[in-house]
């Protein structure tokens, strides 16, 4: 049992039990690089306000230094009676350069350094989600450009509606999954604020630089308010809100490679490298990784209900509870990452079964309205259209035929207005080609969105990624 900061204070020794219970070391111990950071750079700041002299600044982070590559090796000693990360460091930097280590926390406070920690981690995992969103939006874009003609069932309420272009369908991801990286960014500006400086919650009393601790951590700005600062999860949340809607997303496009690849549509293959089989059924190849994210995505949503939960009795500032917010947050990041990961890799290797979608979006009186919208055309308004249109329908129906494999005759009994054009107008290709409205299935929009959607990733890309210099 190690000694406690607070002993002094203290008639008692901590109970074992109040020790595990306590204890956050098991998951605060994967933000040790960025707390050791941050201990650098409040070192050097505190250095150069001359709240400690250069020589023990560098005694220190030469410390910190070893520390660092002690954990990166595996020799660390985790202990519970060290509760976190903060304290197992401060304490190691004891053992490793004498009582100046007990100078480091100096003007500030757990409450800061927490808060400091976990900005960094998101900051830089939200990065690497970018990443891979701008990756997934770039695989939805390549199968559009190469499904530009093929042609599916549109579905609403999953009873087929009217034929679209699948490189339609693949786009309307790609619109979720920008968005989604949009969500992001805005997120990224407010986990981009220095907390440190704020110490337990009042500021502090020594002269500190919180601008410089800014410029050497990268932070472009300063958080305004020290009681806010300590007590805020909000970034937190909104991270988790917009990791909910992503995995939301991912669920939809999971739901649909499990129906698509069922027997019943047969409209895409899975690749062998990302199915599993049955112990029992030697026929079946199941799609476990679709149906995992899609179960995963429960574990996102979780992660954000808990932490409101957490939060919405808390007075302000600091409150322990708060030490809750990480596991479900370092949950919810590997979740989406693993989620992002595994389709990228995963959907450019899909079979297309282009004869079955098409087979599809040609039976089931899908032209219904492109006939009614004919006679529109020729001068019937829209509800009279509907009604013959819905007579033929039935009589179709009756005859176990499609409305393009009735006679001129027969459709004619319906209305003498329609003509031997109807037949082109009939057809899968002239239905999505004519929806040439802004947004619409048409092919020459779909070549259209497709090129400003590749354009689009190219000034994401940038916008995130800066090349240096730049
Ligand atoms: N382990 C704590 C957390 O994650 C660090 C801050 C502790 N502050 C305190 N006053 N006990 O929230």
Redesign the pocket.
């Known amino acids: 049992m190690s000694e406690k900061p607070w002993e002094g204070r203290f008639a008692e020794k901590t109970d074992r039990l109040v020790e595990s219970f306590t204890a956050?070391i098991d998951v605060?111990r994967h933000l040790y690089a960025y707390d050791i950071e941050g201990s650098v750079a409040h070192c050097r700041m505190l250095a150069r306000a001359g709240i400690i002299t250069a020589e023990e600044a560098s005694q220190l982070v030469e410390g910190l230094g070893r520390i660092r590559r002690e954990i990166e090796r595996g020799n660390f000693r985790y202990d519970d009676s060290l509760?976190?990360?903060?304290m197992h460091i401060e304490a190691r930097l004891v053992q490793e350069v004498g009582t100046v280590a007990q100078k480091l926390h100096t003007a500030r406070?757990?409450?800061d350094?927490?808060a400091l920690d976990v900005r960094m981690y998101l900051r830089s995992e939200v990065r690497e989600i970018a990443a891979y969103l701008i990756a997934l939006r770039g695989v939805f874009a390549d199968l559009a450009g190469a499904h530009l003609d093929v042609i599916l069932p549109g579905y609403t309420h999953l009873q087929r509606a009217q034929p679209v272009l699948l490189a339609h369908h693949w786009l309307a991801y790609y619109e979720m999954f920008t968005r989604d990286s949009e969500r992001l960014q805005e997120n990224f500006a407010r986990i981009n604020v220095l907390p440190l400086g704020a110490a337990?919650l009042a500021g502090t009393t020594y002269p500190i630089d919180r601008a410089y601790t800014a410029e050497l951590l990268d932070f472009p700005a300063v958080s305004a308010n020290s009681i806010d600062t300590v007590g805020d999860r909000d970034f937190m949340l909104e991270f988790l809100s917009a990791a909910s809607i992503c995995m939301m997303h991912l669920s939809r496009l999971s739901e649909e490679l499990v129906l698509w690849s069922s027997a019943e549509f047969g409209f895409i293959g899975l690749p062998d490298a990302f199915a599993t089989g049955s112990s029992i059924m030697p026929q079946k190849k199941n799609p476990d990784v679709p149906e995992l994210v899609r179960g995963k995505t429960g574990r996102v949503y979780g992660a954000l209900v808990a932490l409101l939960t957490t939060m919405k009795g808390l007075p302000l500032a600091?409150n322990?509870d708060?030490?809750e917010?990480?596991g479900p947050l370092f949950d919810a990041v590997n979740t989406l990452k693993g989620s992002l990961g595994i389709y990228i890799r995963m959907l450019p290797k899909l079979t297309i079964n282009a004869e079955a979608m098409q087979r599809a979006a040609a039976t089931g009186f899908l032209n219904a309205t492109d006939l009614a919208d004919y006679l529109v055309t020729q001068g019937l308004p829209f509800r009279k259209a509907h009604g013959c249109v819905g007579q033929a329908v039935a009589f179709a129906l009756s005859v176990k035929r499609e409305l393009h494999e009735l006679t001129l005759e027969e459709l004619q009994r319906f209305s003498p207005l329609v003509k031997a054009d109807i037949f082109e107008v009939l057809t899968t290709r002239q239905m999505v080609d004519r929806r040439r409205s802004l947004g619409g299935t048409a092919t020459e929009n779909v070549k259209a969105a497709l090129a400003l959607a590749r354009q689009r990733l190219e000034d994401d890309r940038r916008s995130w990624f800066p090349a240096p210099g730049a």
Request: aromatic content about 6%; overall charge negative; cysteine-free.
């Open positions: 956050s605060d509760e976190d990360i903060h406070s757990r409450n350094q927490v337990a600091y322990r708060m030490q917010d990480k």
